[in-house]
C-alpha cells in the first residue's frame, strides 16, 4: 500500500512539478550555490533585493532539501505580503505549492499554486504561469482527476508554444512533460520521439538543466525497447550520479526509479543495488515520504527473498517513519523549526478574517449602493412622474384646443352651410321674383295698353273716357306701390339689413295706409272699423312697418266685398303686440287664398312673401287664413 501510494506520488509530482524549480541556476553543483546565495542575503540592505535572494534560496533548496525550501519560502511570502510586491508573492506561493504537492497534500497545494497563477496572470508573466499550471496538473494527476489535469495541462503546453525565443528552456522542459505524459501511448511514439529531438537541441545550451535528465533518461527507455537494456541500465546509473553530483537528490532518486520502470519495458535489474542507494539518498534529503517509498521497495524486496535481518531493520525504519509528524522538519536545524499545518491554519484563518473583512466591506458598499440606487430610483420615479403629468397636461390642453377648434370649425361649417342654403334660397327666389314680375306687371301694362286703344277710337263719351282714364290711374298706382315694395325688400336683402327697433305709435301707421288706398275703398264703399288705440305704441322699424300695413290693406280692400265692414284691432300679450284685420270677402276669401299659394302669378302673393320676411326681419311673424265662414284674417305680431 506504503509503495503503491508513494509511487504514484512520486513518479509524476518530480518530473511535472519539480524541473520549474531553479531554471536560472547554473554551476557544477546546486549545493555549491548555496553559500553565495546565503552571503548574498545578508549583505542585502532593501527589502526587494532581500525577497528576491530568499527567493532563490528557497528554489535551490527544493531540489536538495523540502523543508529547508519551505522554510525560505515562508519568510520570502510574509515579507512579499508586506511589501505588496505581487511578483515576491506569486513565487513564494509556487514554492508553497510544490512543497505541499511533494508531501502528496494535494489540495493544499493547489490551493497555493492557484493563488500564484491568478497573481502571475495579474503580471502578465505567461514563464511563471507555466510552472504554476504544472504544479496545478500534477496534483489533480495524482489525486485522481484526469479531467482537470489533461485541462492544466494542455493550457500549459499551448502556453510555452507561445513564449518568446529567451524562455526557450521552458518551451524544452515542456516537451520533455509532454513526452513523459505520452511515452506509453503507442499511438504518439512518433510524436514523443520528434519532441525529445527538439528539447535536446534546445537544451544544449543549458548543460545544467535538470530537463537535460530527464531527456537522456527517455532515450535511455528507448534503448530499451530496443533490446539494449545492459546500456540502457549503465546510461542511467551515470545519470544518478551526475544527479548527486550536481546536488540534486531528488532527480538522482528519480533516475533510480526509472530502472524500477525497465520491468514494464521487458529489461530486469539488480533492484537491492539501486534501490539500495536510492534509500541513501533519501535519508540525506530528509523526505520522510521518499524514505518510506524506498523502505517500502526493500522491506518488499527482502520478504520475497526470506532475509529476516532485513525485513525486521526495513518493517522498524517504516514504523518510526510512519509515527513522525510528516510536517515537523529536522529538529537538528533548530532555526528551521515550525510546525507546517499549524502555519497553513493560521495563514488559512488570516485570509478567513481577511475575506471576512472584504465581504463586510462589501456589504457595507452594497448597502450604500442599494440605498444610492433606492434614491436614484426615487428620483427618477419623481422625475417621470412629473415627466407624464407635464405629458398629460399638455395633452388636455392639447386636446381642449383642438375640441375648441373642432367646435368653432363644425360651427363655421354650419354657418357655411346655414349661409349657402340662404344664398341658394335667395338664387332660387331671385328667379321666381323675376317670373313673377314678368307676370304680374304684365297683366297692368295690357290693361293699360286696351284702354289706350280705346280711348284712341274717340267713339267715347266723356264720362266713359274719365272712367277708363281712373281705371288706368288706378292700376297704374296698384303697379307702382308694389314695385316700390319689391324695390325696398330687395335693397334690404342685397345691402345686409341690420334691425334697430325704435318705439313708434301704431295709429298713425295704420291711419297712412288706409289714406293710400281711400279711393279703392270708396268705389266697393267699404266701411272701416278701426280699434287701434291713439296712445299704443310698439317697438319696430317704422318704414317697414308702415309698407307692411299697406300691403295688407291692399290685400283685404281687394278681397272685401262691396259694401263690407273691415274691421282693424290690436291686443298685447306676453310683451307682443298683435294686430288683425278683418274683411268679409265672401267666395272670394277661399278664392284668394288658393291664388297666394301661385306664387309666380299673382302679385298680392308677392307681396304677402315680402310682408312676412319684414315681419321675420322685425322678430314677429304673419298669418293669412280664413276665419269663420267667408271672412279674411290678416295677423302679425311684434
Known sequence: MIKAFIHKRYTTVILVCWLWMLPALRGHGQAAILPGLKQDLAQQRDSAGYVAVLGKIGALYASIHLDSSFYYARQMLEIATRLHDVSGMADANNMLGWYYTAKTDYNVGITYAYKALLQNEQLGDSAQMIRSLNIIYGCYKNSGHPVEANNYFYRAFHMANRLPPEKDSIAATMLVNYAWRFFNDSTRTDSVRLVLRKAAKILKKYPDSRATFYVAAFEADLLVREGRG????????????????????????????????????????????????????????????????????????YRSRQQPEKVVYYGNEIMRLATLDRYRINARVSRQEANYIDFFLKEKALQSLSLANRIQQQQLEKELAEKKNRTLVAVGLLIIILLLITLFTGRYLHYRRWKQQENALALSYVQLARTHAALTENDLFKNKLISMLASDFRTPLHHIIAVATQLKTGTLTQPEVISLLKQIGNASRKTLGAFNNILKWLRMQLSGFTYTPVTCKLLPLIVDAVESLQEEMNDKQLTLVNRIAPALTVMADEEILRLVNIQLFQVAVATAKAGSVLVVSAHGEDGKITVRIMADGGPATRKLLEELKDKEHNIFALGIIISRDFMHKMKGGLIVQEEAEGFLMLEYTI
Do not use: C
Open 230 to 301: 545492459r546500456e540502457a541500465e549503465h546510461r542511467i546509473y551515470e545519470l544518478a550520479n551526475l544527479a548527486q553530483q550536481k546536488g540534486m537528490p531528488y532527480v538522482a532518486m528519480d533516475m533510480y526509479g526509472r530502472l524500477y520502470d525497465f520491468q514494464q519495458l521487458g529489461y530486469f535489474t539488480d533492484s537491492t543495488n539501486y534501490q539500495d542507494q536510492a534509500y541513501r539518498v533519501a535519508a540525506q534529503s530528509g523526505s520522510m515520504e521518499l524514505n518510506l517509498y524506498w523502505l517500502g521497495r526493500l522491506y518488499d524486496y
